[in-house]
């Protein structure tokens, strides 16, 4: 079981373009953490080339906390807290604090307050990261999908849109972006009378679909379980023929490492 | 419909689009463009653009969406946080032809509506305000897979149908790969194929796409003439490629190419020519001309029957052979 980067994921891991979007959406058997700790150390590790500022990530993490992410990554061999220390590392805890008390301002808790707490919060940690150096940071959203299930911003109608104006006003302060989304079925596709959750979020993920680069859709096997895979990764591409489309298998193991190999292998 | 006929109405609904295309006339001042996440709208808005740049109109490309200037656009004002006055303050002063140049044609192009929803009452007079007569069209981009937001009046009219009732014309988007797969499907009765998120599986958002898929987009357009008659016509636009060599792309300008729908070579109806012999054999089927000679003079039996029309049909007509016996009191007919 292969710790390091997965040799067929490479061309889609190196670093994005200006100003791109990549989505990463996981169902309720098949979830994202393996995928984004690889483009994290992908990030980490690009290597720096003479004239161009160097890659730092920021990642917002609203429901994993900064300890599995330690965990994740030292399994990658890649130690978050030396590369905050140098600068090139920063994490936002998105949960812990969100609903506590200390966090209202002046008892009353106001229309939005949480989302522009955490806005204020990500705003801060960027600009610690990017002081001075200049830096190109790219910032790595772990399920903000959760934030429009518990925000109050917009009634809790228009939470949906909130949240999608936040992220696109951090969007325009990042190199790029990287986001993961739950897309289980009751989420994306609501029912006949749908609760204002299932709306809001299918509008939030739908909406940042159009606006993807790139989307690499986990999915359970389609035939069922099997012992040696784990389930399918999808990597679309947005529709100008650039990156071509490709399904692959993965088997995430037990002590981190992930194995991403073709049908038929 | 006999051949003269059908390219009539193919120059013709080649026009029409064409007209809609590159804004002549004061075509469609309020174009819908209705599109999903299987065929994102963005190649129709480049086509627009590239043309609207040849021929020397203002681009003005209101980005609700978007973070980057697209190249092509002249003006680019960004729609986030404001609200629809603010808006329309902001792009009014683009639109109003100035004195100097009178006939200045602007296209306004929103990539996307969906933000500017929230009260659909309020679109009327917004979109009025921003597209004055005679110079100015305006391009919206409605994504159809998104779903509505609970409204605070359940009984106003849903926003796509203000929408679609307010535009001159609707272009319905769908990829050229999927129409030609439903239509391969259709041919050998069947069941359409599903795509992306209409498939079931958990987890599938999007539908794969092999870069040998023909490269296209379909665009069912309905278009409202002034006169008040709706024309409807499917057609392909092929995007230009961008691996064209540079003295193509010169040539063409950049311009995709159009055609109708029905005159893809998978969804004509034209009967194929004649193939002469089509079974292979090993011996020969055809005729001589002494054999086809022959046959012409063959007269058939009953014939006689068969020249007098009415009562007469059915007569009996009997040949004595040479065994046969004629008695006369018997055989009488």
């Known amino acids: ?265 | 419909m006999s051949p003269s006929a059908a390219s009539h109405h193919r120059s013709h609904s080649l026009l029409l689009l064409q007209k809609l295309l590159n804004l002549r006339d004061k075509a469609s001042p309020l174009t819908l463009i209705l599109d999903n996440l299987e065929q994102p709208a963005h190649p129709v808005l480049n086509e627009f653009m590239t043309r609207a740049k040849i021929s020397k109109a203002k681009i003005i490309f209101i980005a609700l969406s978007t973070l980057k200037k697209p190249p092509l656009a002249d003006v680019f004002i960004r729609g986030r946080h404001k609200s629809l006055q603010q808006l329309a303050s902001e792009i009014i002063p683009h639109v109003t032809p100035s004195p100097s140049s009178p006939n200045q044609k602007n296209i306004l192009l929103f990539d996307t509506i969906h933000p500017l929803l929230s009260i659909p009452s309020h679109l009327p007079s917004f979109l009025q305000s921003i597209i004055p007569p005679l110079t100015t069209s305006c391009l919206l981009v409605y994504h159809t897979d998104i779903p509505l937001l609970p409204q605070s009046n359940p009984y106003t009219p849903t926003p796509l149908s203000v929408l679609t009732h307010l535009s001159t014309s609707i272009l319905t988007l769908t990829p050229l790969s999927h129409v030609l797969a439903t239509k391969a499907a259709e041919n050998k009765s069947l069941p359409a194929p599903v795509f992306g998120l209409h498939s079931s599986r958990e987890g599938v958002l999007l539908s794969l796409r092999s870069p040998s898929s023909p490269q296209g987009v379909v665009i069912t357009m309905e278009l409202r003439r002034k006169s008040g008659r709706v024309v409807q016509e499917k057609f392909v636009l092929f995007p230009s490629p961008p691996t064209t060599t540079a003295q193509h792309r010169q040539q063409t300008k950049g311009i995709g190419g159009v055609i109708l729908l029905s005159d893809h070579p998978a969804f004509s109806t034209e009967t194929t020519e004649e193939e002469g012999e089509g079974i292979q054999a090993t011996f020969n089927l055809g005729l001589t001309e002494k054999q086809r000679r022959d046959r012409e003079g063959v007269v058939l039996p009953y014939f006689d029957a068969q020249t007098e029309v009415g009562g007469g049909g059915g007569r009996i007509l009997y040949d004595m052979g040479r065994e046969d016996d004629f008695d006369e009191e018997e055989d009488e007919i």
């Open chain 1, 1 to 265: 079981m292969s710790t390091t980067t997965p040799h067929l994921l490479e061309p889609y891991l190196s670093l994005p373009r200006e100003t791109s979007l990549i989505v990463l959406s996981s169902i309720l058997g098949a979830s994202t953490n393996w995928l984004l700790a690889r483009y994290i150390h992908s990030y980490l590790k690009t290597p720096s080339v003479e004239g161009e500022p160097e890659v730092a990530v920021l990642l917002a993490s609203f429901l994993r906390d900064y300890p599995f992410f330690q965990q994740t990554l030292s399994k990658l061999s890649l130690d978050l807290d030396s590369e905050a220390r140098k600068g090139r590392f920063a994490f936002v805890d998105g949960l812990t604090g969100l609903f506590l008390p200390s966090q209202r301002s002046g008892g009353r808790l106001q229309d939005g307050d949480d989302l522009r707490a955490v806005q204020r919060q990500i705003g801060d940690a960027l600009a610690g990261l990017d002081a001075g150096r200049k830096r190109r940071v790219v910032l790595v959203l772990d399920q903000p999908d959760f934030l429009v299930a518990s925000t109050s911003a917009g009634g809790g109608e228009g939470a949906g849109i909130a949240v999608r104006d936040v992220i696109l006003d951090l969007r325009e302060k990042v190199h790029s972006c990287v986001v993961t989304v739950s897309a289980d079925d009751p989420l994306v596709h609501p029912p006949v009378a749908p609760t204002p959750l299932e709306t809001n979020h299918s509008w939030f993920v739908l909406s940042l679909l159009h606006e993807a680069d790139m989307l690499c859709a986990l999915r359970l096997l389609d035939t069922g379980t099997a012992k040696d895979v784990s389930g399918v990764v999808r990597i679309t591409s947005s529709r100008d023929g650039e990156t071509e489309d490709r399904e692959y298998l993965y088997k995430v193991g037990g002590h981190g490492g992930a194995k991403v190999f073709e049908r038929g292998q």
